[in-house]
């Protein structure tokens, strides 16, 4: 029985780097897992592993930080959906670099949820997403992983009142201009 849940529990934590909560670099998929918490508890009948207490994940280029990770396994016995959250006062934290030519790709919120089957991932309370320079702030941001699109809102949900955002339910954005571009743009003309 021990043997079964030890098992299972490296399953579904070998599932989650796999899926992989960003298109990662082509040999991250090879790289030893490493796992660390002061708790793990395995459900085997309700398909989830929970990791309490300061939890590290790290495989390759991914780094996943936080108070507690929840992995769900689906039906088919593959990892469904991957909850992280923060605690103390700290946000639960991803990253990873997609390739060798893109840059990091981080993400910080109260809670993140990766959704295996459709590769997004969500960032909930105090979201924030990094992709190289450009910055995306809000009450809630998602990232589509395969298109790299980002949806982000001011508050969490659409039913929460403006007085619960700290910035009255406003997103905020910086968006760097590729210099690359700039330095074309500019000597074009002369």
Known sequence: MKRRLLLCSAAL???????????????????PIQVSADRLQIDDEAGTAVYTGDVHMAQGSMKLDAATVTIHRGNSGGVSRVTAKGGGGTRAYIEQKPNPSDPLVRGWGNTLIYHADERRVEMIGNAELHQGEDTFNGGYVQYHLDTRQVDARGRQSADQADSTSGDNGRVHMTLTPNSASNDNEGSSGQ
């Open 13 to 31: 934590t070998a599932g989650l780097i796999a899926a992989g909560p960003t298109a990662a670099l082509e040999g991250d998929s090879g790289k």
